[in-house]
């Protein structure tokens, strides 16, 4: 029984987690089809601004409780100054060119913010685990988990409905379906799909500044943190299904499920669990569980 409650909870906290690190990187690809390697250096922007901006704030000796407002802004000015900067002045150049490229690209991108991230805040790690310690911990079924894991959960449930909501319950969110699914007519129908790509790309940037950011103070921010990410999130939207916000969920529960199963019941299969997992999901569903549907042009 406790086995079972510390696989469930473990599973939970690393499937939010994933899903929060992923759900950017397959939003951008279900809009502008970009396989964005870039992502995993918005997510450890988003880390590293977190932590440095929590540890100079504990030290004026002001209220924990604020902590949690810089996390989010951290993230949203992250995700809006790289985001917009790289859109603006790289990516809306490599428009409708060949995928391999745009896949350079993004590479060569997640390269120089590697880069970025070491010439502003060097190769020391950083600490802030103010904000996870000060909402201590809760005992269930006598083992003790910190508050701030369910913080982390309930925040992603609270993005995916919000995505979920904003893409088929507003005007805003139909158009962009229709962006997807056919730009030429989207442009003849006199939709600004630039604005679009653009906007899809910051808030892609952003939600994977908030993953690394939230994830802050529960990890040792070091440098290299973006390229373990991004290996991991192609993993949860590969199973998932390209492109699809629902298949990101279920990919990260599944994920996180396999991991914390490996983890509890044989640790040695942790580091290799992910990928048996993926390769079986795709051996039955080649393009992923939800992937989402291409239209044929005649």
């Given amino acids: 029984m406790l086995t079972a409650v510390a696989i469930s909870l473990d ?11 992923s759900v950017g990187l397959t939003l951008i690809y279900g809009v502008m089809r970009i396989l964005n390697i870039a992502h995993g250096g918005f ?5 590293y601004s977190a932590a440095w901006a929590i540890g100079l704030y504990t030290q004026t000796g002001q209220t924990i ?6 996390i989010p802004m951290a993230a949203l000015i ?32 997640f390269l120089i913010l590697e880069d970025v991230t070491k010439l502003i805040w060097g190769t020391d790690s950083y600490i802030a685990y103010q904000p996870a310690y000060w909402l201590g911990t809760i005992e269930i079924f006598g083992i003790p988990y910190t508050v701030y894991k369910f913080l982390t959960i309930g925040i992603a449930l609270a993005t995916g409905f919000i995505l979920w909501w904003g893409l088929t319950r507003t005007r805003t969110g ?7 699914n056919d730009r030429e007519i989207s442009s003849a129908l006199g939709i600004n799909v630039t604005l679009f790509f653009t906007a899809t790309f910051v808030i892609g940037a ?26 991991m999130a192609f993993a949860v939207i590969v199973i998932g299904g390209m492109g699809s916000i629902g298949g990101a969920m279920i990919g990260a529960l599944i994920v996180g499920f396999a991991r914390a199963l490996s983890v509890h019941l044989y640790p040695p299969a942790e580091l290799f669990s992910i990928y048996i997992v993926m390769a079986l999901v795709l051996a039955i569903k080649p393009y992923g569980l939800f992937a989402l549907s291409e239209g044929r042009k005649i």
């Fill in 11 to 21: 599973g939970l906290g690393f499937a939010a987690w994933l899903f929060l690190a």
């Fill in 206 to 231: 952003t939600l994977g500044a908030l993953g690394g950011a939230l994830t802050a103070p529960e990890i040792s921010v070091v440098p290299g943190i973006g390229a373990e990410i991004i290996v």
């Fill in 43 to 47: 997510y450890a922007l988003g880390a």
């Fill in 174 to 180: 139909k158009l962009l379906l229709v962006v997807i």
């Fill in 78 to 109: 992250v995700g809006v100054v790289a985001g917009l900067t790289i859109e603006r002045g790289v990516m809306r150049h490599m428009y409708g060119r060949d995928e391999v490229l745009m896949v350079l690209v993004t590479y060569a991108i």
């Fill in 65 to 70: 409780a604020l902590t949690y407002l810089i």
